[in-house]
């Protein structure tokens, strides 16, 4: 098992009718209620001879952003993976089905 500053995590959520598939070094339920945190964005490397189009928006996109939260109901799938995989957008296709949520907790 990799050490915890090893880890890597593939995040697949929607966005506006898009499929994001993102990496990160850190994921973990925030703090403020039904919202994911995602920390540590991870990109390939600038010196590759091809530049992925898809790639490079995401890039652009998460540029200077320190950390990113996520509607828990837009989440699709987290995987933790061995090595980052190329980071890509995707249309929506087809149906993607909420994750279910349950009520807030009431305060006293």
Excluded: C
Aim: charged share 30%.
């Amino acid at each position: 098992m990799a050490n915890k500053e090893d880890r890597i995590y593939k995040v697949i959520f929607v966005n506006q009718d898009q499929v994001f598939e993102i990496y990160a070094k850190h994921v973990y339920q925030s703090d403020m209620w039904g919202f994911l945190e995602v920390e540590e964005f991870v990109f390939g490397n600038r010196s590759e001879l091809v530049i992925d189009p898809g790639e490079e928006k995401l890039k652009n996109q998460f540029n200077g952003v320190k950390r990113s939260y996520i509607p828990s109901h837009a989440i699709i799938r987290i995987d933790e993976v061995e090595h980052e995989g190329t980071p890509k957008i995707t249309e929506a296709k087809g149906t993607i089905t909420a994750f279910p949520m349950t009520p807030a907790p009431k305060k006293d």
